[in-house]
């Protein structure tokens, strides 16, 4: 069985996705989330489930959708780590260029 961690970022990018929801409800913004973190609890199963990364091509690189949102993660020895929560429109290359993210060797 994995373990699921999350990245500060990706931990960031929870918060915003809450503070933009919360403008119209802060109900719906919380539940939200709490959404997006319980769809990663397959993971603990079966880290592979999810794809991966078209952008990248890695095997240990991985995504998993939650709508519209692609959760990115690094499947690791014995644990998950979620790298980024973001938007489906959003391009993720540009974003790693902008935001380096430490993917290891």
């Not at 959003?90 to 993210?101: A, F, N």
């Amino acid at each position: 069985m994995a373990q699921v961690r999350w990245s500060l970022t990706a931990s960031a990018d929870l918060q915003d996705i809450e503070d933009f929801i919360a403008r119209d409800s802060i109900l719906h913004a919380i539940t939200f989330v709490d959404r997006i973190v319980e769809s990663t609890e397959m993971l603990l199963e079966t880290p592979h489930i999810g794809r991966v990364v078209p952008e990248f091509n890695r095997h240990d690189l991985r995504e998993i959708i939650f709508r519209g949102y692609r959760i990115v993660y690094l499947v690791q020895h014995d644990a998950v780590l979620i790298l980024r929560v973001v938007h489906g429109a959003r391009d993720l290359l540009k974003l790693t260029q902008r935001e380096p993210w430490d993917l290891g060797g």
